[in-house]
């Protein structure tokens, strides 16, 4: 807390407002005893101006475009990690030592498996049932199949044999998930195969053309993976601590997290976006169509993968990604026209006063759906893989809100009441 205060004058009389700082130099005003001082509350619809908690893991500056998890920055972590290096990293605040990790990774192994029960399940959704409803039904169903979290010593302690089952088992589930869509037999994870390796695996191998899990790929997904790994209280990791606050169990508030990431405002946006640049691809290339329909007030259209609530600049992951992108392709020989519609229209976009005087750059969801269909996966897996990199991120955050005094009270925000006020109450007899 700092030792500065601001002052509000309501009503002609004065208050003061603690002003807390944060180790970045980040100011807010503590309005926690506001209403009891004052009777007033605050407004701020969308909460752009509120902030839910203080937190330790993710610190992003969205006019710089800086992004850094637990005072890593993004791209050194997204260079020299892989994915559960940086999990580890969330869960506990620091990396991992080499012992460390390898003991991570052994615990990706052995929590590999679903319950075969689990497996039914699949059969009973129905045909074409969207992946990111599948994975939410499941995950919320891992709490009746692994109770354990409720034995943990300390459920909230970073590693845990819970966090460690969630991070394994959500992979295999997406993986079966697809197979179960595309109607082909289940691969099992195996021993020898990395967290992301396996992934690929058991997404792509057939009993009549097995699958080489090309280097390439793992390396791609890896950091794909890491760029999604958690971005402070967005939409669905505030699901997830609200959720979380009401004292329900990791299961169930991930599967909320799942929910909301799902939106095409939100995670949905990476699907949104493909779709976006095949309907401009098949119309001819008619970018000033989508742009023009995009920048008219009295239509709802949006260019999804641009724009963001709080980066003002390039967003860090978008630029990373689109490395990945250039790399990917043309190590694995894809051709891909949609790549081409999609730096064309970032150009478009870019020398467009409507979107540069809004701040309005490509987000991490504009490149990432490319990367994605080159590795083979299709549109629908493409937000289950967003949900797959912000596990850890949500997890930690999750786990912070539950060992933290004060964020861990129920969320309940208050609103201004603008209906009726009051009115007899008339029988139905009398109401014509
Ligand atoms: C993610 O919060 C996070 O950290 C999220 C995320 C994470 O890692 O968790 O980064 C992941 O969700 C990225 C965002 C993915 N969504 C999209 O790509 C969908 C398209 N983008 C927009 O819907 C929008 O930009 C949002 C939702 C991302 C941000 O919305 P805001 O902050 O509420 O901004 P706004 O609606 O107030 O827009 C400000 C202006 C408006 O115009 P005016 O009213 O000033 O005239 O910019 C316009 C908007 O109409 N605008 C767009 C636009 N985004 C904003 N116009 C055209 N196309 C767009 N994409």
């Given at each position: 807390?700092?030792?500065?205060?601001?002052?509000?004058?309501i009503?002609?009389?004065?208050?003061?407002?603690?002003?807390?700082?944060?180790?970045?130099?980040?100011?807010?005003?503590?309005?926690?005893?506001?209403?009891?001082?004052?009777?007033?509350?605050?407004?701020?619809?969308?909460?752009?101006?509120?902030?839910?908690?203080?937190?330790?893991?993710?610190?992003?500056?969205?006019?710089?475009?800086?992004?850094?998890?637990?005072?890593?920055?993004?791209?050194?972590?997204?260079?020299?990690?892989?994915?559960?290096?940086?999990?580890?990293?969330?869960?506990?605040?620091?990396?991992?030592?080499?012992?460390?990790?390898?003991?991570?990774?052994?615990?990706?192994?052995?929590?590999?498996?679903?319950h075969?029960?689990?497996?039914?399940?699949?059969?009973?959704?129905?045909?074409?049932?969207?992946?990111m409803?599948?994975?939410?039904?499941?995950?919320?169903?891992m709490?009746?199949?692994?109770?354990?979290?409720?034995?943990?010593?300390?459920?909230?302690?970073?590693?845990?044999t819970?966090?460690?089952?969630?991070?394994?088992?959500?992979?295999?589930?997406?993986?079966?998930?697809?197979?179960?869509?595309?109607?082909?037999?289940?691969?099992?994870?195996?021993?020898?195969?990395?967290?992301?390796?396996?992934?690929?695996?058991?997404?792509?191998?057939?009993?009549?053309?097995?699958?080489?899990?090309?280097p390439?790929?793992?390396?791609?997904?890896n950091?794909?993976?890491?760029?999604?790994?958690?971005?402070?209280?967005?939409?669905?990791?505030?699901?997830?601590?609200?959720?979380?606050?009401?004292?329900?169990?990791?299961?169930?508030?991930i599967?909320?997290?799942?929910?909301?990431?799902?939106?095409?405002?939100?995670?949905?946006?990476?699907?949104?976006?493909?779709?976006m640049?095949?309907?401009?691809?098949?119309?001819?290339?008619?970018?000033?169509?989508?742009?023009?329909?995009?920048?008219?007030?009295?239509?709802?259209?949006?260019?999804?993968?641009?724009?963001?609530?709080?980066?003002?600049?390039?967003?860090?992951?978008?630029?990373?990604?689109?490395?990945?992108?250039?790399?990917?392709?043309?190590?694995?020989?894809?051709?891909?026209?949609?790549?081409?519609?999609?730096?064309?229209?970032?150009?478009?976009?870019?020398?467009?006063d409507?979107?540069?005087?809004?701040?309005?750059?490509?987000?991490?969801d504009?490149?990432?759906?490319?990367?994605?269909?080159?590795?083979?996966?299709?549109?629908?897996?493409?937000?289950?893989?967003?949900?797959l990199?912000?596990?850890?991120?949500?997890?930690?955050?999750?786990?912070?809100?539950?060992?933290?005094?004060?964020?861990?009270?129920?969320?309940?925000?208050?609103?201004?009441?603008?209906?009726?006020?009051?009115?007899?109450?008339?029988?139905?007899?009398?109401?014509?």
């Amino acid at each position: 807390m700092s030792q500065q205060k601001a002052q509000l004058t309501i009503e002609g009389k004065v208050y003061d407002l603690p002003i807390i700082e944060g180790t970045a130099g980040e100011k807010a005003l503590d309005i926690r005893s506001l209403m009891r001082d004052t009777g007033y509350i605050t407004f701020d619809s969308g909460y752009m101006n509120t902030g839910s908690c203080e937190s330790c893991i993710t610190y992003l500056d969205g006019d710089k475009g800086i992004l850094r998890y637990r005072g890593y920055d993004i791209a050194d972590l997204a260079e020299n990690c892989v994915f559960i290096e940086v999990a580890y990293l969330l869960l506990t605040g620091e990396l991992p030592t080499k012992a460390e990790l390898d003991q991570f990774k052994y615990d990706m192994t052995r929590y590999a498996l679903i319950h075969e029960d689990m497996i039914h399940f699949f059969d009973h959704f129905p045909p074409n049932s969207s992946p990111m409803s599948i994975l939410s039904t499941m995950v919320a169903t891992m709490h009746d199949f692994y109770p354990e979290m409720d034995l943990e010593e300390d459920p909230y302690g970073g590693l845990t044999t819970t966090t460690a089952r969630l991070l394994s088992k959500i992979r295999t589930t997406a993986a079966f998930s697809y197979k179960k869509n595309i109607g082909h037999p289940l691969v099992y994870p195996r021993p020898d195969l990395s967290y992301c390796a396996n992934f690929l695996n058991m997404m792509f191998d057939r009993p009549n053309m097995p699958y080489t899990v090309e280097p390439v790929a793992v390396i791609a997904l890896n950091k794909l993976l890491i760029l999604h790994a958690d971005h402070e209280q967005n939409c669905s990791t505030s699901t997830v601590r609200l959720v979380g606050s009401a004292g329900v169990g990791l299961y169930p508030s991930i599967s909320a997290g799942i929910h909301a990431l799902w939106g095409p405002a939100h995670g949905g946006a990476n699907a949104a976006v493909m779709l976006m640049l095949e309907r401009i691809y098949r119309d001819g290339k008619n970018y000033d169509k989508y742009i023009a329909m995009a920048k008219d007030p009295n239509n709802p259209y949006r260019l999804s993968g641009f724009g963001h609530r709080v980066y003002k600049t390039y967003d860090p992951r978008a630029k990373l990604i689109k490395e990945v992108c250039t790399a990917v392709l043309e190590t694995l020989n894809v051709k891909d026209p949609l790549l081409e519609v999609a730096q064309e229209l970032e150009y478009r976009v870019s020398n467009d006063d409507y979107f540069v005087s809004r701040n309005l750059y490509p987000n991490v969801d504009f490149y990432s759906g490319i990367i994605y269909r080159a590795l083979g996966i299709p549109t629908n897996m493409f937000t289950v893989m967003f949900a797959l990199g912000r596990l850890p991120g949500w997890i930690a955050q999750w786990q912070e809100m539950n060992s933290s005094k004060d964020s861990s009270r129920i969320g309940r925000p208050r609103q201004v009441y603008q209906g009726v006020v009051s009115r007899p109450f008339s029988k139905i007899e009398d109401r014509g």
